[in-house]
């Protein structure tokens, strides 16, 4: 069945740099595009980034275009998301999701990211 | 890039209907056909109950509807029960690939 497992969150302190990881199975990088969403504490959803099935072309939220990259290795099916300069307001739980039907089916249990000082 | 607006919250008894309005615009909610709801019980991953506006994936009761008339996308929850008691939040596709999210809906049931 169609998994997505989350890692590599944790804390750090303002300016520096962290790599999520998102491990797939069930499906395919060739064939789903897959988003990242965060969600801060207490906070609603905020969509992130979004790469598409090709793996050619990413796409970010504007205000975090330059900051986060985003990248898969299809040979691991995982996919990455390279987040620096981190700000205390991108403190959240980061979740995987697989794109279906222009948006996301099945979600990963998210990865906490906190930024402190 | 704004978030969708969608009331705080809702309220309603078992048995009844409530519906979660999601407003937005023409260039998002307004100008595709793309927009999901999203159910999230605490402490676990969002669920999605509704996509491409008013299609329900398998497994998803049949209590669950949506709808959109302009710019406002809709949830509509009949025949509610207590296990629908979660924050219900939309998605919808803002072209050139980018998305938005609601706020979220915090829905009680009395």
């Known amino acids: 069945q169609v998994q997505l497992v989350e890692s590599g969150g944790g804390v750090v302190q303002p300016g520096e740099s962290l790599r999520l990881s998102c491990a797939v199975s069930?499906?395919?990088?060739?064939?789903?595009?897959v988003h990242w969403v965060r969600q801060a504490p207490g906070k609603g959803l905020e969509w992130v980034a979004f790469?598409?099935?090709?793996?050619?072309?990413?796409y970010y939220a504007d205000s975090l275009r330059g900051r986060f990259t985003m990248s898969r290795d299809d040979s691991k099916n995982t996919l990455y998301l390279q987040m620096n300069s981190l700000r205390p307001e991108d403190t959240a739980l980061y979740y995987c999701?697989?794109?279906?039907?222009?948006?996301?089916?099945?979600w990963g249990q998210g990865t906490l990211v906190t930024v402190s000082s | 890039q704004s978030a969708l607006t969608q009331p705080r919250s809702v309220s309603g008894s078992p048995g009844q209907s409530v519906t979660i309005s999601c407003t937005g615009t023409?260039?998002?909610?307004?100008?595709?056909?793309?927009v999901s709801w999203y159910q999230q019980q605490p402490g676990k991953a969002p669920k999605r109950m509704i996509y491409?506006?008013?299609k329900r994936p398998s497994g998803v009761p049949d209590r669950f509807s949506g709808s959109k008339s302009g710019n406002t996308a809709s949830l509509t929850i009949s025949g509610l029960q207590a296990e629908d008691e979660a924050d219900y939040s939309c998605?919808?596709?803002?072209?050139?690939?980018?998305?938005?999210f609601g706020a979220g809906t915090k829905l009680t049931v009395l």
């Open positions: 999701t697989r794109d279906s039907n222009w948006g996301p089916d099945y």
């Open positions: 069930g499906f395919t990088f060739v064939t789903s595009g």
């Open positions: 790469i598409r099935s090709d793996g050619g072309n990413k």
């Open positions: 023409s260039s998002d909610v307004g100008g595709y056909n793309f």
């Open positions: 491409e506006v008013t």
């Open positions: 998605y919808s596709y803002a072209g050139s690939y980018t998305w938005l």
